[in-house]
């Protein structure tokens, strides 16, 4: 795939973490509310995670202007993406939380997938430089 669809999978990621991120402090209560579930004790924690969230969407934007000399931060995104994913998928499949948080969880999941597929066909520059001295190139 070329290097402009891979730019805008990581600059489409970093709006949607930004969206997400703030419509969470909007709907979650709403959503709580809407279908009697117990309202949050702790909202520090909630704080936290769209903290979290925003941040790592400037993360993605930024690896999306420079995918060469993020990869470290793709590798971040990874871990992050599929930790979403699986944490959410599970707290509502336990019924702690209702069926609407699996509309970012997939999202997240999708992206996760994007971003090892990218990390599983780009090689490093060291990888390059080891393979070009064994193949004699």
Do not use: C
Request: overall charge positive; glycine content about 8%.
């Amino acid at each position: 795939m070329k290097l402009s669809f891979w730019r805008g999978v990581f600059l489409s990621k970093g709006v949607i973490n930004w969206i997400e991120s703030l419509g969470l402090l909007v709907l979650d209560p709403w959503l709580r509310t809407r279908f009697n579930l117990t309202p949050l004790v702790n909202w520090e924690y909630a704080y936290l995670f769209v903290a979290l969230a925003f941040i790592f969407g400037l993360g993605y934007w930024q690896v999306g202007r420079d995918l060469a000399q993020n990869r470290e931060v793709i590798r971040m995104g990874i871990f992050g993406q599929y930790a979403v994913f699986f944490i959410l998928l599970a707290t509502v499949l336990s019924r702690h939380l209702i069926w609407p948080y699996l509309i970012p969880a997939t999202i997240d999941g999708v992206y996760a997938t994007l971003y090892l597929l990218y990390w599983l066909k780009t090689p490093t520059a060291d990888s390059l430089e080891v393979n070009s001295h064994v193949l004699g190139s």
